[in-house]
């Protein structure tokens, strides 16, 4: 007997829904619209924070801006909002970085790269500081640069390599810190304001600067010897201040005695010589009369200052036994005691 051939069974479909039969339809298709209406709703609402602004873009394209407070835009991706804080002060840190930034252009992995510079005099220094910032125009934030976070941070190195590299390592480490600041704040500006990035700067501030590590120790000599030499010259100037004016006033001094001196001296001169030519001109006027004047005059002016004197006439004999000599040793107090 022939042997029948076996075919393969066909695989079995699935059952297609009766699209006549109405009782399930309708509940899957209106949950399906439901859950696209909560899906278009819950993306066309957004918030917009008390120091934030929204920028709204409509097909990629800029059509305003919204304020603080719950807002509204069209779903399914055709408006998208970008919340920036605009009233908020932002800060970029370069060299370090603190703990708990919340902004992500804050800090850099590259620390020690950024911060390491070499200064006018080919010297090395490890510099860090702080850009503090704000965006003042939104539009220009979002749409002039691609990327203004890290172009902020490649421009603001740009800027203190060279107001760094301008100056000597002693500027930098000691007493330029000021001038850099404000020298690294106005280039930062220019720039900005430049390519239209849309930021404010509000501060540039030196935070940390110091030799390499290498080179600390060598740097810490230096400055110490530094110090010591401005000690010792102000010890010499204070020294200098003290005895140079001491002695101008003691030379001034003698210089007004001696003046002094010199003219009393030809006052006194003038004088004897006026009173000289008085008495000459009585003399020749009177010559006895004058000398006897003279003579008395002088006598008067030489006997008080002899002391206690005798004057016996030349005929006087024996009379030492009529003197008292204790009373004329004795002082005036015990002569009236003795009488």
Known sequence: MPTIPQFPEFPKFPRLPNFGDRSGFPVALFGALGLL?????????????PESIGVVQRFGRYVGTANSGLRFKLPIGIDRVTVLPIKRQLKMEFGFASPGSTNSDQVSREQDLESNMVTGD???AHVEWVVQYEISDPEQYLFNVREPGPTLRDVSESVMREVVGDRTV????TIGRQGI???????LTALIQELE??????QVQLKNVHPPTFVQKSFEEVNRAQQEREQMINQANGEYNKVVPRASGEAQMRLSAAEGYALKRVNEAE??????RSLLEQYEKAPEITRQRLYLETLSEVIPQLGSKIILDESAQQFLPLMNLRQLDATPEQRSKQQ
Do not use: C, H, P, W
Not at 181 to 187: C, L, P, S, V
Not at 197 to 202: A, C, P, S
Not at 271 to 276: K, L, Q, S, T, Y
């Open 197 to 202: 990035m849309g930021l404010r700067v509000q």
């Open 170 to 173: 002693d500027e930098v480490l």
């Open 37 to 49: 209406v909560l899906a278009a709703l819950s993306g066309s609402v957004y918030t917009v924070g």
């Open 122 to 124: 080919l010297n090395a």
């Open 181 to 187: 600041e404000n020298d690294a704040i106005a280039k």
């Open 271 to 276: 004088g004897d010589v006026a009173r000289f």
